[in-house]
């Protein structure tokens, strides 16, 4: 009964579908990180960005326009869309995310919070 | 490992049998395969009229992008810039995957190929090239007097 239940479950998240794996930079400077992935051939339209909890989720599906009747000879992409997640710290402000897409490189941009960025503290002589 | 272009050799067969069968159980596959390829990532497709060329290559410049078709053979080349070129000592690249520098790929072509017909555009990233084949090559239903 419990083992139903189980594989239940497992057949509906969406997680088990075979992804690429997109290539990223992840840079870090002081007021926040910069994120690029590439997903070439994927729509604006098709991307899917998603912050829940601690957990950045970006997927993607493909969408290129084939002639009729094409046959593939020789495929590098053979599946259909592309997914990558990662988790994120704390410090981040998962509210001010911007993100922008063009030619199939998503730039993400992730501030940190206002308590997390440094700050010069002067030091008072007495 | 390597997928050939002719699907009826046996030992390609079983090749991509097995990478197939590594991409089911593996974690996560990479974009750039198993060794094979490098950037950009090649599609290569045929209609009865075309040769359809996808080359996924994303973020550049396309008056950057070389397309040259010799002999049947197309070959696309190009340069892709960092990102990183803006980095000081203040900032830290945590992960560096995505391809930087210069690229070319080459792919032989069949000989029915019209090399006056290529056309190729650039769109989401993705470069398609697409060529006709020759008139007299097409099938051709031959009516009955």
Redo the contacts between chains.
């Keep these: 009964m419990s083992e139903q239940t189980i594989a239940t479950q497992e057949t509906q998240t969406p997680q088990t579908e075979a992804a690429l794996l997109p290539p990223v930079d992840v840079i870090e400077d002081s007021a926040g990180i910069t994120l690029y992935a590439d997903l070439p051939g994927v729509a604006k339209d098709q991307l899917n960005l998603r912050v829940e909890a601690e957990t950045l989720t970006i997927e993607g599906q493909l969408s290129l326009t084939l002639p009729e009747g094409m046959q593939a000879s020789h495929a590098e992409v053979s599946l259909p869309g592309y997914r990558r997640v990662f988790t994120l710290s704390r410090e981040l402000d998962t509210e001010k995310v911007s993100a922008e897409f063009k030619q199939g490189v998503l730039t993400l941009r992730i501030p940190k919070t206002a308590q997390a960025q440094p700050r010069r503290i002067a030091i008072n002589v007495a | 490992m390597y997928?050939?272009?002719f699907?009826r050799d046996v030992f390609a067969e079983l090749d991509r049998l097995q990478r197939e069968m590594q991409?089911?159980f593996a974690f996560?596959?990479?974009?750039?395969?198993f060794g094979?390829?490098g950037f950009?990532?090649?599609?290569?497709?045929?209609?009865?009229q075309?040769v359809?060329i996808?080359a996924?290559?994303?973020?550049?410049d396309p008056a950057g992008v070389e397309v040259h078709l010799e002999r049947g053979v197309l070959s696309l080349s190009g340069e892709r810039k960092s990102?990183?070129a803006a980095?000081n000592e203040?900032?830290?690249?945590?992960?560096?995957?995505?391809?930087v520098g210069r690229f070319r790929r080459v792919v032989s072509l069949p000989d029915d190929i019209d090399p006056n017909t290529v056309t190729a555009n650039?769109r989401?990233?993705?470069l398609?090239v697409?060529v006709k084949r020759r008139e007299s090559a097409q099938p051709r239903r031959i009516s009955i007097q």
Excluded: M, Q
Aim: aromatic share 8%; hydrophobic share 35%.
């Design positions: 997928r050939a272009l699907p991409e089911a996560s596959p990479t974009i750039r395969g094979r390829g950009p990532a090649l599609n290569v497709g045929a209609t009865p075309s359809e996808y996924f290559a994303p973020g550049l990102t990183l980095s203040k900032t830290i690249a945590h992960i560096n995957e995505r391809f650039y989401d990233g993705v398609h697409s």
